[in-house]
């Protein structure tokens, strides 16, 4: 069986940085990307950015610049650097692993979510 499990997510004053990791373990051979989406209350989940197994990363416009999505293969982790943190980054993150190869199905898998909120 195939987990998620999102660490790193606490309150920080604006300006500040928050790290989140997200490590997936279970029978994998290969996920193809993995990535980060939040959720503020009352608003619909967005995608923060996400990273190809190749390297590729994909931003939203308002956390270009501030926050670096890298990954670990080996470890089928990915990491979430967030810098220069705005109250309006405020919402439960959650991780995903899309294209998850377990030697017998290909599906998608999503973290339980960790909160970060931004305030002083």
């Known amino acids: 069986q195939v987990q998620l499990v999102e660490s790193g997510g606490g309150l920080v004053q604006p300006g500040g940085s928050l790290r989140l990791s997200c490590a997936a373990s279970g029978t994998i051979f290969s996920i193809y990307a993995m990535g980060w989406y939040r959720q503020a209350p009352g608003k619909q989940r967005e995608l923060v950015a996400t990273i190809t197994s190749g390297g590729s990363t994909n931003y939203a416009d308002s956390v270009k610049g501030r926050f670096t999505i890298s990954r670990d293969n080996a470890k089928k982790t990915v990491y979430l650097q967030m810098n220069s943190l705005k109250p309006e980054d405020t919402a439960v993150y959650y991780c995903?692993?899309?294209?998850?190869?377990?030697?017998?199905?290909?599906?998608?898998?999503w973290g339980q979510g960790t909160q970060v909120t931004v305030s002083s």
């Open positions: 995903n692993a899309d294209g998850v190869w377990t030697g017998a199905t290909t599906d998608d898998y």
